[in-house]
């Protein structure tokens, strides 16, 4: 007993320094006052190096793991036309839900929505939407999906698994209980694609597509 439970705490663990791994990229995506830059003075070139370089590393790393723990060949694979339109069809299905619930729940915007959109009007527009809509969801999607989920489906029922790999994912991403609640939605239907289709690339297009529609909605409505 002693021994399960200290491999659970092991994992545990090493999720969180995982979750901490993927955020790294992110650093890129804002300003760097610790840097001595400012609003006015952004060395744009940096920012894009510093993206491309920990996204590569950040991406190596949780490869490695994933072929390491991905004990139901659910790999990524080339995509399909069929399987495009289902990620595609199943992400604006999830968005809608996301609107509903943060309707219903969300007393406030998320501060977070403002600061990105600020951004992407800003020197760093171009990398924050690389940033957010391209680099995070490939990311995450390895890390929460690929990984955790791969994890805990080796030790508890998949009902199960999928319920806590997605709470892990939506308390990693939500603040208030709208957004949290919409995000756990979203991320069981990125879990269900997996499952549905054994192949990683269409939960990685699925969360491309809702986060270019939360986007594209914030820059409409902000």
């Known amino acids: 007993m002693l021994i399960k439970t200290g491999r659970w705490i092991k994992k545990a663990f090493i999720g969180i320094l995982l979750f901490m791994l993927v955020q790294v990229p992110v650093l890129a995506d804002g300003y760097w006052p610790w840097w001595g830059e400012t609003q006015s003075d952004v060395q744009v070139w940096q920012h894009w190096g510093a993206l491309i370089g920990l996204t590569v590393v950040v991406g190596i790393v949780l490869l490695i793991i994933y072929k390491k723990v991905n004990f139901e060949d659910m790999s990524v694979k080339k995509i399909t036309v069929s399987m495009a339109v289902k990620a595609i069809v199943v992400a604006i299905i999830l968005v809608l839900l996301e609107m509903v619930i943060a309707v219903v729940f969300s007393k406030q915007p998320e501060s977070e929505n403002y600061e990105i959109v600020q951004l992407i009007r ?26 955790i989920q791969s994890v805990l489906r080796e ?4 009902v199960l698994a999928i319920i806590l790999t997605n709470i892990l994912f939506a308390l990693g991403h939500g603040y208030q209980l709208g957004s949290t609640l919409g995000i756990f939605v ?3 239907g990125c879990s269900w694609l997996l499952i549905k289709t054994k192949n990683l690339s269409v939960p990685i297009l699925s969360h491309m ?14």
């Open 209 to 222: 597509t809702i986060n270019w529609l939360v986007t594209l909605i914030n820059l409409v409505a902000i």
């Open 155 to 158: 030790s508890l029922p998949g």
């Open 122 to 147: 800003s020197p760093l527009g171009i990398l924050t939407l690389v940033s957010s809509n391209i680099v995070s969801p490939v990311l995450e999607e390895l890390l929460f999906r690929g990984v």
């Open 186 to 188: 979203v991320g069981c």
